[in-house]
């Protein structure tokens, strides 16, 4: 039997998980993993939620120096989220040779690269399962399963926040306030929602991912970020009409013209498995040049799938102290400057615009997407409304320049009408 | 740089498949894992099968001894099939400290337990991600995510020609025997049909799932059987109107009565996320007590997605040749003797009957119904056909026994009628 000292770093919704796991399968581990696994200290400042949930004051600690002087403690668990402390922490843990698992995806997309080089230095590990997808198991699977492909895309749904809310716009017809209100009450999104539906927190776990699929460094400020505050119930239920519906998708490509990385709204069609992936839920839909189509499906948060991600970690690390992996690729701060990255991304383009009732308005339209190359796929003209002509447009797959180009062009014409929304089409 | 050489027993589809990821990702595994692997040997007797894919001579062995005397090679991938041959080569290769990957999922079922302790005496790894769902990372996200879950249920589609089949006869509402014969002609089912139609595949498959899972040794004598020979396009259509899909599953459920495994044709919910797996593909549906739900999908067979779960194995094997896991169970031939097998499994029922069309009749059976406490929660009705009146009832939990001995009553009635289908609903 293999003893394993665990330290938690902070007490929140995660941490918490965490201990508690690991208390109720404490025999389960011993019989089948032949591991004894102790909480031996809790590092937190708010001791009434532990004795709560049980724990004594002394596991409890506030001092980092308690568990790193500890010789007993091989493996600390850092879920305390931010990262002024959290850097500090980690750093320390890591320099007195213990091994870290993480949840803390913003700590890990910004300082990973620094946090690795100094876990190397003392040959430790740092696992990070739980950063991307809550419970679902994408990090060991681009790590140990499929790294023999060569990744060609990820689209993923990573971001229970958002999927939420455009999930409840969708299925209850609610504006996108109205749904917004409704997750914080529920707990779902954070008084301030800027980091999700601004789409922050997606493009930190998309840094993470892509970095691993791609096995080069994909720095988060290299993704192109779009969030879901324009988002509007209108183009929801044309996108319903067209077979399609909307996601904040998270979406990395390796093509020929280089690596695009973004993050925005997207419309998918509603026969994809993403599209029924509903609510708080998490997808991550893979294609590599052996294994074709993955996907995996899950709780993308939460106190027990987070902790059930985080404590596989925890376990994996007690059982491979001798064989340690990291990064398939040179984990530096910045990109390899030999990668292409492609911001002209190709896509084909929903479009809503509200055009005037006069003969040739849709001769100068057309004419502008021509004199761009846009190929129109499907073009619908609904009944006049109160301010004007409602027109959909579904383009072929073009790129991001000639639409710009288009779309202000369209804007700048006189007693035309105005393009109101342009969401990419995947 | 490592180099690590690899030997190929069997150049089939899945054979050749590995040979040539190997082959074309050669400079990448360089690069990302510092791993220089290289196929030394492949022990095959159809020469000209070789040559097509640009192997030489040099490669080809048709002695075991070969490999095994071969201090070069470090691991050895069996894609062989079938258990004669493939027991004696995979002993030997194990006896010379060489790691084996293997696709062969009858082998790992029937002989795994002998195999791992062979691996474990000689301190080398067994791996048998490909045995399982094809590309899909189910083996090693058992083994290295979910581990620190008790898993309550499994329920797999884990059979891509009897999904293909039951997914041609909903959508093209085509017979049973037509779908077969199309699915033979596209190489999807094999000219004797039996190991896939009458589920002794998905029976060794789920047994390996289950011993993960549930963390004790499931033998696949344990698993109750039942394929899709009998499953009629009637009952199909019957289930799309009450709102269900047809699916072959694969299902494993740790209850308060014991551990039940089974693998049946069983109604889902046309929402649920597996009723949407159409074709050859394959998907998990697992839940733990702590992740709640997760399920994974993808390509359940073929020579690159196979090929790819089975260079996952190479490259982890290759990487933690220093710390290797074996079965978090007693892997023995037989099933723990204090773990208690329910076979009386709860479940809703479909049932179809065609009853005389007299008074009656209906009161006769909804009598046996309640003698044996099955409460029906939909009863319908259907026009009076050649042979009857088609009668579908749609039962409420209940249990395996009670409906035996009800249907076996019903039948026993003189002038009443037959119980035509009888399918589990989950």
């Given at each position: 039997?293999?003893?394993?000292?665990?330290?938690?770093?902070?007490?929140?919704?995660?941490?918490?998980?965490?201990?508690?796991?690991?208390?109720?399968?404490?025999?389960?581990?011993?019989?089948?993993?032949?591991?004894?696994?102790?909480?031996?200290?809790?590092?937190?400042?708010?001791?009434?939620?532990?004795?709560?949930?049980?724990?004594?004051?002394?596991?409890?600690?506030?001092?980092?120096?308690?568990?790193?002087?500890?010789?007993?403690?091989?493996?600390?668990?850092?879920?305390?989220?931010?990262?002024?402390?959290?850097?500090?922490?980690?750093?320390?843990?890591?320099?007195?040779?213990?091994?870290?698992?993480?949840?803390?995806k913003e700590?890990y997309c910004k300082y990973g690269h620094?946090?690795?080089?100094?876990?190397?230095?003392?040959?430790?590990?740092?696992?990070?399962?739980?950063?991307v997808?809550?419970?679902?198991?994408?990090?060991?699977?681009?790590?140990?399963?499929?790294?023999?492909?060569?990744v060609?895309s990820i689209?993923g749904?990573i971001?229970?926040?958002?999927?939420?809310?455009?999930?409840?716009?969708?299925?209850?017809?609610?504006?996108?306030?109205?749904?917004?209100?409704?997750?914080?009450?529920?707990?779902?999104?954070?008084?301030?929602?800027?980091?999700?539906?601004d789409a922050y927190d997606s493009t930190y776990k998309l840094s993470i991912l892509a970095s691993l699929a791609f096995k080069t460094k994909i720095p988060y400020t290299k993704i192109y970020r779009e969030g879901?505050?324009?988002?509007?119930?209108?183009?929801?239920?044309?996108?319903?009409?067209?077979?399609?519906?909307?996601?904040?998708l998270a979406i990395g490509k390796n093509t020929?013209n280089g690596i695009e990385v973004r993050v925005h709204?997207?419309?998918?069609?509603?026969?994809?498995?993403?599209?029924?992936?509903?609510?708080?839920?998490?997808?991550?839909?893979?294609?590599?040049?052996?294994?074709?189509?993955?996907?995996?499906?899950?709780?993308?948060?939460?106190?027990?799938?987070?902790?059930?991600?985080?404590?596989?970690?925890?376990?994996?690390?007690?059982?491979?102290?001798?064989?340690?992996?990291?990064s398939?690729f040179e984990n530096n701060e910045n990109a390899d400057p030999n990668v292409i990255f492609n911001d002209n991304f190709e896509?084909?383009?929903?479009?809503?615009?509200?055009?005037?009732?006069?003969?040739?308005?849709?001769?100068?339209?057309?004419?502008?997407?021509?004199?761009?190359?846009?190929?129109?796929?499907?073009?619908?003209?609904?009944?006049?409304?109160?301010?004007?002509?409602?027109?959909?447009?579904?383009?072929?797959?073009?790129?991001e320049?000639?639409?710009?180009?288009?779309?202000?062009?369209?804007?700048?014409?006189?007693?035309?009408?105005?393009?109101?929304?342009?969401?990419?089409?995947?």
């Amino acid at each position: 039997m293999k003893y394993v000292g665990v330290a938690i770093l902070g007490l929140g919704v995660v941490g918490s998980g965490v201990y508690e796991i690991l208390a109720e399968h404490k025999e389960v581990y011993k019989k089948s993993h032949n591991l004894d696994v102790e909480v031996r200290k809790i590092l937190t400042r708010t001791k009434e939620k532990a004795y709560q949930i049980g724990i004594t004051d002394e596991l409890l600690v506030t001092n980092i120096d308690e568990i790193c002087n500890d010789d007993s403690i091989s493996i600390v668990v850092e879920a305390m989220g931010g990262i002024t402390a959290s850097l500090d922490y980690v750093t320390a843990v890591l320099k007195s040779k213990k091994s870290v698992v993480t949840s803390n995806k913003e700590l890990y997309c910004k300082y990973g690269h620094i946090l690795e080089s100094i876990a190397k230095e003392n040959k430790v590990g740092l696992y990070y399962e739980a950063t991307v997808g809550g419970g679902i198991p994408i990090i060991r699977t681009l790590l140990d399963n499929l790294q023999g492909n060569n990744v060609k895309s990820i689209l993923g749904i990573i971001n229970g926040t958002t999927n939420y809310i455009l999930s409840k716009m969708l299925n209850e017809n609610v504006s996108y306030d109205n749904a917004l209100s409704e997750a914080q009450m529920l707990g779902y999104a954070e008084k301030d929602p800027t980091s999700d539906v601004d789409a922050y927190d997606s493009t930190y776990k998309l840094s993470i991912l892509a970095s691993l699929a791609f096995k080069t460094k994909i720095p988060y400020t290299k993704i192109y970020r779009e969030g879901i505050r324009g988002v509007s119930l209108i183009d929801i239920n044309y996108g319903t009409k067209l077979g399609y519906t909307l996601k904040l998708l998270a979406i990395g490509k390796n093509t020929s013209n280089g690596i695009e990385v973004r993050v925005h709204p997207t419309f998918i069609k509603s026969s994809h498995p993403l599209a029924s992936v509903n609510d708080a839920f998490n997808a991550i839909f893979i294609k590599g040049d052996s294994v074709d189509d993955v996907m995996l499906y899950g709780r993308g948060a939460g106190k027990f799938p987070t902790g059930s991600a985080v404590v596989g970690d925890v376990l994996y690390a007690a059982a491979h102290t001798d064989s340690i992996s990291y990064s398939p690729f040179e984990n530096n701060e910045n990109a390899d400057p030999n990668v292409i990255f492609n911001d002209n991304f190709e896509s084909a383009y929903y479009m809503r615009l509200l055009v005037n009732d006069t003969t040739g308005v849709l001769a100068k339209i057309t004419a502008i997407f021509s004199k761009y190359n846009i190929s129109v796929r499907q073009l619908n003209q609904y009944e006049n409304g109160n301010n004007g002509v409602p027109l959909i447009i579904v383009t072929h797959i073009t790129n991001e320049k000639n639409v710009r180009n288009a779309v202000e062009e369209i804007n700048s014409l006189p007693n035309c009408g105005h393009v109101e929304a342009v969401i990419r089409v995947d």
